[in-house]
């Protein structure tokens, strides 16, 4: 405990009418200026500009201030702002603690002007019973290993993955598929340039295959993640592919004699592949992979005809999987995305019709690699169709799937019409669509001339029912055209339904053994919606792509180069300071009972010679050995039990 | 003081990765709710000490609220499970010593949900009402 009597400031902040709006500031200044220890007590229209910091600085040097209270905004947004101003009069950073009388008061009481400043008040009288029992921390560097591992190897990892690799340091490129490229291979055209998907990222892939600095792990799932920022221990689990990738010449005579045909996933299940396969034709690394839940069995008793016609011996039946430990300074995770299930949406009929399709089985359909070489045809007769019918919004912006926009169906869905009356002008196109959604740059003008120039029809209304003509073989359409206010019918042959995008179902899983959150939408939550939006509430993870929410290839890899800058950032630095929250254990009253080791979840904590000892670097300071210890021997470091028992006497002093 | 005057105070421990997050996302979603509670951050909801939440009782709060990570979210693994075992002892202790265990509340409140913040105040708030100021306000229990 510091000997010197705490000399408190109090900075209250109006941020423009967000605060001063709700709450009587005048007031709330005039009562800080009572509390116990507080010199001084000012507001300020917005604390954390250069002004306000300038203010806190003066009246810290004239006062000699040492301690400081902001009431303003959530400390998750500029707690670290704060502290930076403290250290630049020379103070211990960790002499400072926030009221939240904004997110917490004056926006969720905004109403309750008198309730709100009653709070307020509470709020600030907290957090200064709270900073007079403050002790000056010193903030540890620690060391970050020079590498990065990279989760996901769409279009977002492989670029990610990229610049960091260029830039001279290790990457581990992780993907669960057999090879990189993600949705973005699958894609035949991109808009709203209209060029090729393939030829713009299969040089990409190219890179990253053959890249010094880039170790790729495909087939492989990161399994554990353990320690913190700058010192990660990743355990990945290579899936056995029964394949010697090295040895492997993609020569094809496996497939001659595999005898099993599995419905393709690369075509979205409108062609076949063999049991040993390659995902496609451009796949990195380009070897063939066996998938054991379709083969017979890896015996010649069973099959084994593969092996006997693998001549480069490169089929290896016996191979196991194999765990990878990685020491990592820094990881980006770059999941990417999953097509909303059409099978959900049951009056659209997908699955009960051949002829309703999801937009990616279109998308393989118009691909010159795709299983009817770039052939537009009806499933049900093989014949070429003469109308087809867009839905929008399948799974998106609909309270019983996914209340969210997804983004890119609509320029998806015009793109596609516009290919499809470039290759066919006698076959019609119709959109029925909530909004077209033309955002992007050059988009809206995309939007424009599909509209006027290519003789797209646009139906403004939510499709009802997807139904079986009752005369012949074609598909009705119902809805309601909200331009005409009545119900339309249109007789399609073929209808496409705009899929939306949705957070892969293995997310849930990663962001556990990542300990990220996820926003109410499935997705990964960074650490701030505006200013932090590549960065996540764990130090030293990132992320990037359609993992973070809905996003086209721009956006993508925009925010891929972004956490690659984010990362790097940390990696060539080396270090990187951490908050020294760990628990400090008091030996006088340490009786060695070990409730405290049984209690730690990071083995942080043992009793050595009838004393705990904390080591430190393994400390999180989450404090459960604290609340646990009997006799109140061990606490973490800035929530002391005297620090929280501050606030809650100042809470109810009156009351006592 | 009159019934109809009378405010419960709440006190709202919240773990700053989860709960805390849910109570700034009501904010940044102006969600309204009613001005009872006041929030202490902790890092985990398994800091909050059991002599917290009896010293609060004790200085006559008419309510605690814990609010931490979903099960399986925890940000360290596993401290809400140790809260959750703590509570459950608590309130029998509570019921020992003659306080309503329902002042005692756990909730499990994600980053995301700042509806659940929300609703939650006004459902404790509500239920706090129900059962009146702390009895110790009173000169103790019976």
Sequence with gaps: MSTEQPKIGVFICHCGSNIAGVIDIPKLVEYAATLPHVIVAEDYRYMCSDPGQDLIKERAREKGLNRVVVAACSPTLHEPTFRRVLENVGLNPFFFDMSNIREHCSWVHTHEEEAALEKAKDLVKMAVARAAELEPLEQKEVDVKANVLVVGAGISGIQAALDIADAGYKVYLVEKEASIGGHMAQLDKTFPTLDCSSCILTPKMSLVGQHPNIELLTYSEVREVEGFVGNFKVKVEKKPKYVIEDKCTACADCLEVCPVNVPDEFNSGLGWRKAIYIPFAQAVPNAYVLDTDHCLGMTPIACGKCKDACEAEAINYEMKPEILELDIGAIIVATGFELFDAMKQLEYGYGKYPDVMTNLEMERMLSAAGPTEGKILRPSTMKKPKHVAYIQCVGSRNERYNAYCSRVCCMAALKQARQIREKYPDIQVTIFYIDMRAFGKGYEEFYETTAREHGVTFVRGRVSEVRGSFDSDKIVVRAEDTFLAQPVEAEADIVVLSCGIEAPKGLPDLARVLGLQRSADGFLLEAHPKLRPVETNTDGIFIAGAAQGPKDIPDSVAQAKGAAASALGMVVAGHVKVQPYAAVVNEDLCAGCGICEASCPYDAVKVVDDRAQVTEAQCKGCGTCAAACPNQAIAPQHFTMEQIIAQLDALFQEAK | ?142
């Excluded at chain 2, 919240?14 to 709710?33: F, V």
């Excluded at chain 2, 009782?57 to 140790?82: E, M, P, R, T, W």
Aim: with cysteine; net charge positive.
């Design chain 2, 1 to 142: 003081m009159t019934d109809k005057d009378w405010e419960p105070k709440i006190v709202c421990f919240a773990c700053r990765w989860c709960s805390y997050a849910g109570a700034d996302m009501a904010g940044t979603s102006r969600i309204q709710y009613p001005a009872n509670a006041r929030v202490i951050r902790v890092n985990c909801s398994g800091r909050v000490d059991p002599q917290f939440i009896l010293r609060a009782l004790k200085l006559k709060a008419d309510g605690v609220l814990i609010a931490g990570c979903h099960f399986g979210d925890c940000h360290y693994i596993s401290g809400n499970y140790q809260t959750s075992r703590r509570v459950a002892l608590l309130k029998e202790y509570l019921k020992e010593i003659g306080l309503e265990p329902e002042r005692l509340r756990l909730e499990w409140i994600s980053a995301a949900e700042g509806h659940k913040f929300a609703d939650t105040m006004k459902s404790f708030v509500n239920e706090i009402k129900l059962l009146g100021p702390n009895p110790l306000a009173n000169g103790g229990p019976e």
